[in-house]
């Protein structure tokens, strides 16, 4: 079992509301990358952060947003929640941004009413 | 961008025959490709990956090979064992590891 925790679990919002999620890496872990993952579907890169700083952005708008805090945890936020956006938030922590191999988390299942 | 297909999406064997799995990519930079395994409800696991320097890794039952000049990874399981049920996502990464691109993924069921 790796070291990776999210939280909430999950999370009921409703259309134009704002969200937070969190995401504690692994131990020794100082990359985290969040991705989406809709029913039925492959996990979506959302974006990665490298010692505190954004590495890397996907085909996401920005309203998705994130940080990372000096001790690698990582929070994604949502403004303006869409129908849409319902889904499996995971992220997923690794040693360096350079072809670190990657262990998610337990995900959050967000649905937007 | 980077694009990932996999094929199938659907898979059904008979517990004890092998599974074979099969991506291709379409950025020849790409050089990190992992496997990862999702049991309903569950987390991705990463089961097994390969870098380009190499042609084919092996991890008990399960092998992964590539062929970069054809840009396409299969993923092989052997002797299959019900446990072996889950969704098999394939990934390719650029080498800077900050953008996975997975496939859709490929429903294995193993059939006791």
């Known amino acids: 079992e790796t070291g990776v925790t999210q939280s909430p679990t999950h999370l009921i919002k409703t259309r134009g509301q704002q969200v937070t999620l969190r995401c504690s890496s692994q131990s020794g872990h100082n990359t985290v990358s969040w991705y989406q993952q809709a029913l039925g579907q492959g996990p979506q890169f959302i974006f990665q952060y490298y010692r505190e700083e954004e590495n890397g952005r996907g085909n996401f708008p920005p309203r998705f947003s994130g940080l990372q805090f000096p001790n690698y945890s990582s929070e994604l936020n949502v403004n303006a929640l869409e129908l849409d956006d319902s889904a499996l938030y995971l992220c997923?922590?690794?040693?360096?941004?350079?072809?670190?191999?990657?262990?998610f988390g337990p995900g959050t299942r967000l649905t937007v009413t | 961008g980077e694009n990932v297909e996999q094929h199938p999406s659907t898979l059904s064997v008979q517990e004890g025959d092998s599974a074979v799995i099969k991506c291709t990519y379409s950025?020849?930079?790409?050089?990190?490709f992992p496997w990862y395994k999702q049991e309903l409800g569950k987390r991705p696991q990463l089961i097994i990956d390969i870098r380009s320097n190499v042609g084919e890794k092996k991890d008990q039952r399960i092998a992964v090979t590539l062929n970069k000049t054809a840009k396409h990874f299969s993923l092989h399981i052997t002797e299959t064992q019900p446990e072996d049920s889950a969704v098999y996502f394939c990934a390719a990464s650029p080498g800077y590891g900050q953008n996975f691109v997975f496939g859709p993924g490929t429903r294995l069921s193993v059939l006791p």
């Open positions: 997923a922590s690794s040693f360096g941004s350079f072809e670190g191999e990657q262990y």
């Open positions: 950025d020849s930079a790409s050089n990190y």
